[in-house]
């Protein structure tokens, strides 16, 4: 069984400030991590995913984020905020195995709100 | 890269007609395709998974007599909810997955059901 917490449902920072968005996992298999963005009535977009690699996986628009297995933990994190980083983000996870995607299993999301 | 289409965006619809939503791999061939329902301020839940060809599989809990999806090409599956209520209201996000492995995954920007 696999699970996903993502801690705070909305975290707000400034402009240029740290942004760092939590998410634990559980999972009985090598998993599969990802985190998704979401703007406003619009689809998911990948932003980075962890597939056994390195641990510390960068992504678009600057952020990345690192696998650590004694956590169970993939943080989502980006040194400066822009204002057009405010959207939702959903972190997800799958196991290994191909053709894995119709087990995603997706946290509840975090809304991140940028001030100037 | 990978686009998959999502149409409408947006309906609006009274009580007890059927709304058909379609979801169109535009640059790749989708054996299969995922269904998610998304409630205001929560994560994304799969509904079901089109399998081109044959029927689709439905997660626990949802309707199959209420959602029909038909997946008649290996370009489009469509969601059709039948005879729709107000609690039906909803973003409907489809996905389909690419690759030799299916490794990766491209989502549609959603459809917005609202029911009157």
């Known amino acids: 069984a696999q699970s996903v917490t993502q801690l705070g449902s909305h975290v707000s920072v400034s402009e240029g400030a740290l942004v760092l968005l939590r998410c634990n996992y559980s999972?009985?298999?090598?998993?599969?991590l990802f985190w998704y963005v979401q703007y406003p009535n619009q689809g998911l977009q990948l932003l980075l995913k962890?597939?056994?690699?390195?641990?510390l996986v960068k992504g678009i628009n600057g952020f990345e984020a690192e696998f650590k297995k004694s956590e169970t933990s993939f943080h989502l994190t980006k040194p400066s905020a822009h204002m057009s980083d405010a959207a939702e983000y959903f972190c997800a996870v799958r196991p290994s195995e191909a053709g894995g995607y119709n087990k995603l299993i997706f946290g509840a999301g975090t809304r991140l709100a940028v001030h100037p | 890269g990978a686009v998959v289409s999502q149409h409408p965006s947006r309906v609006i619809c009274k009580s007890g007609t059927s709304v058909k939503i379609e979801c169109r791999s535009l640059?790749?061939?989708?054996?299969?395709m995922f269904w998610y329902r998304q409630f205001p301020k929560k994560s994304l839940m799969l509904m079901a998974t089109s399998n081109e060809g044959s029927k689709a599989t439905y997660e626990q809990g949802v309707e199959k007599d209420k959602f029909l999806i038909n997946h008649a090409s290996l370009t489009l599956s469509t969601l059709t909810v039948t005879s729709a209520h107000p609690e039906d209201s909803s973003f409907y996000i489809c996905?389909?997955?690419?690759?030799?492995?299916?490794?990766?995954?491209?989502f549609g920007s959603g459809t917005q059901l609202s029911v009157l």
């Open positions: 640059d790749f061939q989708a054996t299969t």
């Open positions: 962890y597939t056994s690699a390195a641990t």
């Open positions: 996905s389909a997955p690419q690759g030799t492995a299916n490794e990766k995954l491209f």
């Open positions: 999972s009985s298999v090598p998993p599969y």
